[in-house]
């Protein structure tokens, strides 16, 4: 079992910088992949980014790619997500997930994913 908890989540002005940290505990020899969804109210839960639990891939959404980058913290069993220049369609709840399998590609999909955290809460004002 991996227990998953993110933070870094708040409220924050269009055209800034935020970093979402999830950390790892449990089981994490188990983990393959770390990933980063988010969901807006009344949408469904998209693919952000990912990253191999090894450091040794990272995968982004093609429409966050350009203002997110993902990395992990070996020392700490954390996955950083740093997102640039938010705009409030960026508002949304941003989960954090962990795979058993280490993927080769991006695309992710929430059922690729076994493990979640509770969320963290994002708002971005204009």
């Known amino acids: 079992q991996v227990q998953l908890v993110e933070s870094g989540g708040g409220l924050v002005q269009a055209g800034d910088s935020l970093t979402l940290s999830c950390s790892a505990s449990?089981?994490?020899?188990?983990?393959?992949?770390m990933g980063w969804f988010r969901q807006a109210p009344g949408k469904e839960r998209e693919f952000v980014s990912a990253?191999?639990?090894?450091?040794?891939?990272?995968f982004y959404a093609n429409s966050m790619k350009d203002r997110v980058t993902i990395s992990r913290d070996n020392a700490k069993n954390t996955v950083n997500l740093q997102i640039y220049s938010l705009k409030p369609v960026d508002t949304a709840v941003y989960y954090c997930a962990a795979a058993r399998h280490a993927y080769v590609r991006g695309n992710l999909l929430p059922i690729d994913f076994e493990s979640w955290g509770q969320g963290t809460q994002v708002t971005v004002s204009s």
């Open positions: 449990g089981r994490t020899a188990n983990i393959g992949t």
């Open positions: 990253i191999r639990w090894s450091g040794s891939g990272t």
